[in-house]
Every structure is written in C-alpha cells, then in structure tokens.
C-alpha cells in the first residue's frame, strides 16, 4: 500500500468533510412551505426543482428509511420512451431528453448510456402492435422502427432466434433505449436541492396526514409533527396506505417485482433485449454483469422478499434466450413493490385533498420518468395548482371520467 494513501486514511482532517454531497442531519422545523413525502429520486427531483427554478427552498424531503432505498434502489435502471398512447409517449420522451443532459444539469455524473432496446415479435399480432407503435413514436417525438430478422442478428449475434419455440419473426428496436446509475441520479438530485437550502430528513416516518377542513396543514413523524401548506406524497409501492392516512382511497394494487443479476463476464450484449412473449428482459451492466428482469408476482403484497418460483422461471426464458447464461453463477436477488393502476399508467396531480399532490401508479417504470415528474410536479406547486399540461392526462380522477391511459402491453416484459 502507498504511503500517502495509508496517511490520508489515518488523517483526521479529510479534505472533503466540508464539502461533502449531502450536508449533516438538521433537527426538523416546525413548518415548511411544502413537505415532500418520500425521499427516492422522485421526491428529491421534485424538491431539486422547486430550489433551482421555482425559488422555493423552504422544503423538507420526510423519508422514512435512507436517500434512494426504496425503488430507487431496486429497479434495473432502464429508461426508454416507446410507449403506446399519445399521451404517454410525448410524456417519457420529455424524460428521455432530461435525463441526457442530468450529469450537466448538476454537475454530478449519472453513468448514462444510450445503448437502444430491442423487444422481440413472436407472432404477427406483435408485429401488428409494434407498426402501430412506431408510428406513435415517430408523431410525438420518440425513435423507434421495426426491424427484421437480419437487422436482429447483427444487432445481437449472441441470441437464440428460435427460443422456447417461438421464432423471432421482427424486433421493435428503439434507438433511445439507455440506462443510468439510479443511486447516482438520486444523489445527484438531492446534492443539488440541498445545496441551495432544501432539508433532506432520512429515517423520518409519516404516521399521519393531518387535514382540516378539506386541506392538508400538516404532516405527524416519528420525530414529531410538522406543519406545511402544501404536501407531496412520493412514495412508490406504498401509495395507497399513505393516501388511505389522508382521508381518500387510490385505484391502486401493489405487487413485488423482483430482478436478479449475475456474476460480471466480458462484454457480449450492448442493447437491452426484451420479449414479452417470454415475461424476460436481460441487460448487461456496464461493470459486466447480467441482469434479468420480468412482470411483477401474481398477488398483491407489501413485501421485498425473493422467491424461488421467479428465479426459475425468469432464468429459464433468460436461457431460452441466450442459452450461455446457464453457465454463470446468479449473484444476487432482490425486489421492489410496484403500485399499479387499472390502466398501466400513473396518477399525477391533484388529489381530493386540497394542497396535497400525487405523484404515484408508476408501477414498473418511476425511474424512467423521474426527470420529467419532478420538474412537473415543481411547476404544479409552483403555480398553485395549475396542472402542466403534459401530466393532466394522467389525474386520478380519469377514472371517474372514463378517459384512461391505456399503456398495458408496453412493458418490456408484459404482465
């Protein structure tokens, strides 16, 4: 070991310690202009944007366990924009042009990289879909094309054209396709929010909504009770519990959504490769690993936990797929909660609680559209309550209204 290193690591008087990323714990205040319910990269990007274009700073993020631990932590760090609907894809291609400028935007890098995704047709009813989505894509901005056979193979010379008995007949090929450090875009938000005034408040748990006379004043923690004119619930799998504590019900179930990696090999698979026919997705890390990923568990659950009966499915249409990986060793698995709507898309905006604003239903895809929410959901409470345009599709009310999202079938592993 070099001597300077072992003199740095035995030095009391770090040269960062004043310039750490995140400052030190704060006792929590009495009140705040706006308290932000959940400290993932949701809610940390709504109050980065609050800070830096809204100057509105007097802002507690209230998270209940650590920065980034919930599904910030826990997804595969996909983002892409090929949706189905109008609505949707207009949405998600905003977040696809955020995200490729984030490391500029606060000086903080994120590890993006823009390696396309590729979703494979079995059949001609998927080809069918995926013309319908290319031509959606291409209207509002995103970039996607079927492709054929050969185009395939070059693009993934590694890949069993034929798995489960299933030919590869097209791929819908999405040239935006890319993937992110999630922790790092987590950090990178809330490095630049509470830099410019914003208090990050870790192991702080919200026991109660309180709401008076229609509209919320305030929230009780664990570290006492806090009031506020407005509140943001940022909370992922948990949404309708913590909607349940403010008076009101949510159209949303949760379920576990679980992912597993490998051991890290030499670079084989640039793109991400999906096949909803198969409920697979494999991606492979830029450190090398693999990393599989399928529709979420069949039953509604609170809980984080691994099971057997995914490993061996998800990992035999992985092998179906690239019959290689059955000679790699599984490093790890793990699993999120997805709070999922009736139509695949998420609840933003009002709530039938006055001030008190929904950031929720994003099921398997919150981190791609952690960019494009939180400058939304900034703009929403910066201006009172007006809803941007781009998220009014996507009220909680469009149930009552029989206007769904529909975006059920554009996951890259169906469900």
Not at 73 to 83: E, L, Q
Not at 271 to 296: D, K, M
Not at 381 to 403: H, L, Q, Y
């Amino acid at each position: 070991m070099p001597f300077s290193l072992l003199k740095y690591g035995l030095n009391k008087d770090y040269p960062f310690e004043n310039n750490a990323d995140l400052p030190k714990p704060t006792v929590l205040k009495d009140s705040y202009d706006v308290v932000i319910i959940g400290g993932g990269g949701h809610g940390v990007s709504i109050a980065y944007y609050l800070a830096k274009y809204h100057g509105i700073t007097n802002v507690a993020i209230l998270e209940k366990n650590y920065l980034g631990g919930g599904n910030t932590a826990r997804n595969t760090a996909v983002i892409r924009s090929n949706y189905l609907t109008s609505e949707g894809v207009k949405f998600y291609t905003e977040s696809v042009k955020m995200f490729k400028e984030l490391s500029n935007e606060f000086d903080f890098n994120i590890m993006y990289s823009q390696r396309g995704q590729l979703t494979l047709a079995h059949t001609d009813a998927a080809i069918r879909s995926f013309r319908q989505r290319v031509e959606i894509n291409k209207h509002f901005g995103g970039r996607s094309e079927l492709i054929d056979t050969q185009q395939i193979k070059e693009l993934v010379p590694t890949l069993n054209m034929n798995p489960a008995h299933l030919p590869v007949l097209a791929g819908l090929w999405h040239m935006d396709g890319a993937t992110a450090r999630h922790d790092a875009v987590a950090w990178g938000y809330a490095k630049g929010a509470t830099q410019r005034g914003v208090e990050l408040h870790q192991l702080t748990e919200v026991e109660e909504i309180i709401v008076k006379d229609g509209a919320v004043t305030g929230v009780k923690t664990n570290r006492g009770t806090v009031n506020c004119g407005v509140a943001v619930q940022a909370v992922a799998g948990h949404s309708s519990l913590l909607a349940a504590k403010a008076g009101f019900r949510m159209p949303i179930l949760s379920y576990p959504l679980q992912a597993m990696v490998t051991q890290p090999v030499k670079p084989f698979l640039d793109p991400l490769v999906s096949s909803s026919a198969l409920h697979c997705y494999v991606q492979q890390t830029g450190r090398g690993e693999v990393v599989f990923g399928g529709g979420s568990d069949p039953y509604p659950l609170y809980n984080t936990r691994s099971t057997l009966e995914m490993k061996e499915s998800l990992l035999a249409h992985a092998i179906e797929m690239f019959p290689f990986l059955a000679d790699l060793r599984l490093m790890r698995q793990w699993a999120g909660i997805t709070d999922m709507t009736a139509d695949y898309s998420p609840i933003m905006g009002l709530s039938p609680v006055k001030n008190y604003y929904l950031d929720a239903g994003w099921g398997t895809w919150g981190f791609k559209a952690t960019p494009i929410c939180g400058k939304t959901i900034a703009e929403l409470i910066a201006s009172g309550g007006k809803v941007p345009d781009i998220i009014a599709p996507f009220a909680m009310d469009r149930f009552d209204r029989f206007t769904q999202v529909n975006e059920m079938g554009a996951t890259a592993a169906s469900h």
